[in-house]
């Protein structure tokens, strides 16, 4: 295969365009590895050496665009030059490349990861640990970080996350429990974690059950009246936890 033309492109590679009207864009790296300015006949099993070469350096180049974003691990950058096309065994000698080169750190990015998650979202340790391990990282590093951090800092994030929502809550004591016990466990948090702030909640649900007990009653007093609005109205407000003195009492003064 005769080379005719050099074309420079853009950013550092360059298009080669050869007599029988085939053409290949190669990086610069390449044309001065294979001596390409002089070289102007190669054959074909040089011209597929040329192109793996050419291809497995594209991969690195991308796989460091990509980590300039931010740091990232082995299974995040396979996807990404799965996505960009390249072969696997291409993206295995750039993953290893790059973890000779320091770019790929697995313990780094554990502790950093789990920093950010800290610092940037209120997920607990289960979920926190969970996205980890579904990142193929190692099971035993992630727990070894994770046992670093200081107990006293997810217990703060319960509580804030609770103080949060106890601003919005319109429910009793016990649903609010239950509800935002579940709530909590689906963010990562166990429920040795939760128990003991939960059942230590000072929660005035009075202003909750007048509210709640006056709107139950409205809507329910236009399809019923008598015992039928009483039975209903009953059910309605122990549904949503209260206690069954505090409906009685209710009941009794309409």
């Not at 420079?8 to 044309?31: A, Q, T």
């Not at 166990?190 to 230590?200: F, G, K």
């Not at 909750?208 to 329910?220: G, P, S, V």
Request: charged share 30%.
């Amino acid at each position: 295969m005769q080379i005719i033309k050099f074309q420079k492109l853009n950013d550092n590679r360059y298009k080669l365009s050869f007599k029988d009207s085939e053409s290949l864009i190669l990086y610069d790296d390449i044309i001065l590895k294979y001596n390409l300015l002089n070289q102007k006949n190669i054959d074909n099993t040089k011209y597929q050496e040329i192109k793996k070469a050419n291809d497995e350096l594209a991969s690195y180049y991308q796989a460091i665009k990509y980590l300039g974003i931010k740091m990232r691990c082995q299974k995040e950058i396979t996807t990404y030059l799965k996505k960009k096309g390249f072969l696997n065994n291409t993206i295995i000698k750039t993953l290893n490349r790059l973890e000779q080169e320091g770019y790929v750190d697995e313990e780094k990015y554990i502790h950093y990861y789990i920093l950010d998650q800290i610092n940037l979202t209120l997920n607990g340790p289960l979920k926190i640990k969970n996205s980890l391990i579904n990142l193929d990282l190692n099971k035993e590093l992630i727990e070894q970080e994770l046992a670093l951090i200081d107990y006293n800092i997810w217990q703060d994030r319960i509580a804030k996350i609770l103080k949060k929502r106890l601003k919005s809550n319109k429910d009793s004591k016990q649903i609010f429990i239950k509800k935002n016990k579940e709530y909590l466990y689906k963010n990562g948090y166990s429920y040795e974690m939760t128990n003991p702030i939960l059942s230590s909640l000072k929660i005035e649900e009075d202003d909750n059950f007048e509210k709640t007990a006056f709107q139950f009653y409205q809507k329910l007093s236009k399809k019923y009246d008598n015992e039928k609005l009483k039975y209903y109205l009953k059910n309605k407000l122990y549904a949503k936890g209260y206690s069954i003195d505090k409906i009685n009492e209710f009941v009794d003064k309409i």
